[in-house]
């Protein structure tokens, strides 16, 4: 398929979805971009976080005093913040998805409602195009729900299990 056709088709599927969809898609992009920085900050900036946190412990000769203790939890808490940044924003905008897509529906419908006011309920034909604005954008947040989800997920067990895991290397002998 040549980029012309994609995008001709793009912009068609766009259109019958009404201006909600072009929020949805907007979104998505949102979402999709903090998912993609989360999983390039785990593959490749943690490990120099999680290096620099061991090393300052490591350097420390005492590693029982309160005091100790305290820069203890305070290197796994900076780790903990670098790790669950952003986390809740991208469970927001999963969860926010569905929602554009209920607006588009109402929109949609409210649609069809002028139509039937206007032409009388009987021509179908002419309620098709505020249908199609009610369903795609229901169809659209729930794909873009779903495709955050499963990455959100993934992502804030990875965030949990990396911070169990330096806490347990910050163990006290």
Do not use: C
Request: overall charge neutral; aromatic content about 8%; charged content about 20%.
């Amino acid at each position: 398929m040549d980029p012309t056709t994609a995008f001709n088709n793009l912009q068609m599927f766009l259109e019958r979805g009404g201006p909600v969809l072009n929020w949805i898609m907007a979104l998505t992009f949102v979402m999709w971009a903090f998912i993609l920085e989360r999983l390039a900050y785990f593959s490749f900036a943690h490990k120099g976080v999680r290096q620099r946190a061991l090393r300052e412990w490591g350097a420390r000769s005492d590693h029982h005093s309160w005091y100790a203790m305290a820069i203890r939890d305070q290197l796994i808490s900076e780790v903990k913040q670098k790790v669950d940044q952003n986390v809740e924003l991208i469970k927001t905008l999963v969860a926010v998805a569905p929602l554009f897509g209920l607006l588009g529906t109402v929109t949609g419908m409210v649609a069809v409602f002028d139509v039937m006011a206007i032409m009388g309920s009987s021509d179908a034909r002419a309620m098709s195009a505020g249908v199609a604005r009610a369903t795609i954008p229901t169809m659209a947040g729930m794909v873009a729900a779903l495709s955050g989800l499963m990455f959100s997920s993934q992502i804030e067990r990875m965030a949990k299990q990396r911070v169990h895991e330096l806490a347990d290397e910050l163990e006290v002998d």
